[in-house]
């Protein structure tokens, strides 16, 4: 199986993305599923998380601005950014627990400039 993420882009300060990553050639369904980022510089860092039932965690710095979610039946998760700003330019990673063990996706840049 893999874990392939897409939706990075280029966007400008206040704008939106949807990041999507999907858990493809496995049996079963996902445990926890959660999103990452890594900016230059600094350690790679946990964005949001959210549980099979639907239960969701978020960092700090992305509350009220970011929304996970997912769709069990299709192995998708989705991450919302509105409101994104400079600091929010990074490698986002996607992070799967399919329970006998944990796969990442390689990765999709999301750069917040003007």
């Known amino acids: 199986g893999q874990v392939v993420e897409s939706g990075g882009d280029l966007v400008q300060p206040g704008g939106s993305l949807r990041l999507s990553c999907e858990a493809s050639?496995?049996?079963?369904?996902?445990?926890?599923m959660a999103w990452y980022r890594h900016a230059p510089g600094k350690e790679r860092e946990l964005v949001a998380h959210?549980?099979?039932?639907?239960?969701?965690n978020y960092a700090e710095y992305v509350k009220g601005r970011f929304t996970i979610s997912r769709d069990n039946a299709r192995k998708m998760v989705y991450l919302q950014m509105n409101g994104l700003k400079p600091e929010d330019t990074a490698v986002y990673y996607c992070?799967?627990?399919?329970?006998?063990?944990?796969?990442w996706g390689q990765g999709t840049q999301v750069t917040v400039s003007s």
């Open positions: 992070f799967v627990d399919m329970y006998i063990r944990n796969y």
């Open positions: 050639g496995f049996t079963g369904s996902a445990n926890l």
């Open positions: 959210i549980t099979r039932d639907g239960t969701t």
